[in-house]
């Protein structure tokens, strides 16, 4: 069965291990930033923030877990958080008793709105101070590649 295996070359082995470490290093400083100046996971931040751009500020549990690209069993972990912090609520949808939406609170949208500076600021540190405008493009049109056309993510 080895013999059929694509191996990785050096080029594309060394390509793979920086994505690896730069996506890591990554995460872990935005997420600790966030933690340190506004006591939310980076895994929080960005439920609040698709539930920001939803109308009304309302999404189904099930269409939450695919944009804030997590799984449902986390999601509801999650929400159960943001919902003790006052800053989500849940109810079940009006035309469906089977669907759970969650709606990011007035609370919730104010804490976003008071993390988004800090982390805005570490997001142009770590990467886009960093790279040339042009950088900036073929980072995109990489990623672009990468996630393709998954309907598993939004």
């Known amino acids: 069965m080895t013999e059929d295996v694509r191996w990785l070359s050096s080029a594309e082995q060394r390509a793979w291990r920086a994505y690896l470490r730069s996506h890591r290093m990554l995460w872990v400083a935005l997420d600790q930033q966030l933690q ?4 939310m996971p980076h895994a929080y931040y960005l439920i609040l923030v698709a539930l920001s751009e939803c109308p009304d500020r309302t999404s189904s549990m099930t269409d939450l877990a695919g944009m804030a690209g997590t799984s ?4 509801s972990h999650a929400i159960g958080k943001l919902e003790a912090q006052g ?18 609170t007035d ?4 804490a976003l709105a008071e993390a988004a500076p800090g982390h805005v600021s570490e997001v ?27 309907p598993a993510w939004p």
Do not use: H, K
């Not at 340190?36 to 006591?39: I, K, M």
């Not at 449902?72 to 999601?75: D, H, I, Q």
């Open 36 to 39: 340190r100046e506004s006591g």
């Open 72 to 75: 449902p069993s986390a999601l």
């Open 87 to 104: 800053w989500v609520s849940r109810c079940r949808s009006s035309g469906n008793a089977r669907v759970v939406l969650a709606t990011l």
């Open 107 to 110: 609370a919730g949208f104010a």
């Open 124 to 150: 142009r540190g770590r990467i886009f101070d960093r790279l040339s405008p042009e950088q900036v493009e073929q980072l995109r049109e990489i990623c672009e590649s990468i996630a393709g056309d998954d």
